[in-house]
C-alpha cells in the first residue's frame, strides 16, 4: 500500500488473485490518505517541512471524559483519581492521574465481541474498519417527533436518491440530533436513574436497515448520536446482534454530527486498543471535504 501511495507500480505477485488484492486495498486505502495528507498540508508526493494543519477541516466527534459522561445505566462512570501534580524537589512540574471506566460510555467502539460470540475482540478489529466515507442519514424531524424513533431502509433509499449509492467502505451514521441534550442524563437517555434500562428513550437503527446495509452494500460499520445503535427500549439488542454478528463493529455516542455534511467527509476513529476488548473509548474526527 506504501507503493500505491507514492503513485509507484505494486510490487510483484504471483497470481492475478494477488493483483485484485492490491488493486483493491490501494483503491480503499489510496483516497482517504490523500484526503489526510490535503488537510495537513502535505503534498501526495511526499512530506511537506513544517505542514500545516487546516483545523477548519477536522471536526472533533468526540466527547470529552470526566465526571459529566453518560454511561449505559448499568455501568459506573468514569473516575479520574489525581496523583502526583506540582514542583518536584527537583525544580521540576510533574502529573500523573489514574482513571477507571467502563468499556462503553462516552464516545466508544463496540466490538464485534460485544453481541457475537467469536468474533472480533477491540484489539483485533483493523484500522480500516475504523476509517471511511461518513455517510451521514439525516433523521432529525423523525426523531423529534418520536424519541424512539428506528431508521429505516427508507431512510437509506432517499440518501441514496440524493447522493448516489453508498460507497464501499462506507460509515453509515445517524444523525438524529441528540446531542443537544449532552451531558443531561434524563434527556440524552430517558431516565436518571442509576441501573434504570425499563424508561430508555432514544432512537437508532432499525433491524431492516441493518440487513438491508449488510446484504445489499459494503459497508465497515455503522454510528449514532445517541447511546445505542438499538433504540432505546429494545430488549433483545437486534440491530447490535445483527451488525457484531457480520463481525462489523459500531460507534455510539458520537459527539458534533450536525457539523458534518451529509457526505463527502472521511470519518476516523482510534478506539483503545484493549486486548480481548468487548469495546473501547474513542476518539473519533472527521476530515471536511
Known amino acids: 500500500m506504501g507503493g500505491a501511495a507514492r503513485g509507484e507500480p505494486p510490487p510483484p505477485v504471483a497470481s492475478r488473485r494477488g493483483v485484485a488484492l492490491w488493486v483493491s486495498r490501494a483503491a480503499r486505502v489510496g483516497p482517504q ?12 508526493h511526499g512530506v511537506a517541512a513544517g505542514p500545516a494543519i487546516d483545523e477548519s477541516r477536522v471536526v472533533d466527534l468526540t466527547y470529552t471524559f470526566d465526571d459529566t459522561t453518560i ?3 448499568t455501568e459506573d462512570g468514569f473516575h479520574l483519581q489525581q496523583g502526583p501534580h506540582g514542583f518536584t524537589p527537583q525544580g521540576y512540574f510533574y502529573a500523573a492521574n489514574h482513571f477507571t471506566t467502563a468499556e462503553h460510555g462516552g464516545t466508544h467502539m463496540d466490538a464485534p465481541i460485544h453481541f457475537a460470540q467469536g468474533r472480533s475482540t477491540a484489539d483485533q478489529v483493523p484500522l480500516p474498519a475504523t476509517m471511511g466515507p461518513a455517510v451521514v ?5 423523525a426523531a423529534a417527533a418520536d424519541r424512539d424513533y428506528r431508521l429505516t431502509v427508507a431512510d437509506l ?3 441514496e436518491a440524493k447522493y448516489g449509492r453508498i460507497p464501499d467502505g462506507a460509515i453509515v451514521l445517524m444523525r438524529s440530533d441528540w446531542g443537544r441534550f449532552w451531558p443531561n442524563r434524563r434527556d440524552y437517555l430517558g431516565t436518571a436513574e442509576k441501573g434504570d434500562v425499563a424508561n430508555l428513550h432514544f432512537p437508532g437503527f432499525s433491524k431492516e436497515a441493518a440487513e438491508w446495509l449488510l446484504a445489499r452494500r ?8 445517541t447511546p445505542s445503535i438499538d433504540h432505546g427500549p429494545s430488549k433483545t439488542f437486534i440491530v447490535h446482534q445483527t451488525i457484531n454478528g457480520a463481525n462489523k463493529p459500531a460507534f455510539e455516542n458520537v459527539a458534533n454530527m450536525d457539523k458534518l455534511p451529509e457526505q463527502g467527509a472521511l470519518f476516523v476513529a482510534l478506539p483503545m486498543k484493549i486486548g480481548g476488548g468487548s469495546g473501547a473509548p474513542a476518539r473519533i474526527m472527521a476530515v471536511l471535504p
Open 33 to 44: 490518505l490523500l484526503l489526510l495528507l490535503a488537510v495537513a498540508g502535505m503534498p501526495a
Open 71 to 73: 454511561y449505559w445505566p
Open 137 to 141: 442519514v439525516d433523521v432529525r424531524d
Open 157 to 159: 433509499e432517499r440518501w
Open 218 to 225: 459494503s459497508i465497515d460499520a455503522i454510528g449514532v448520536d
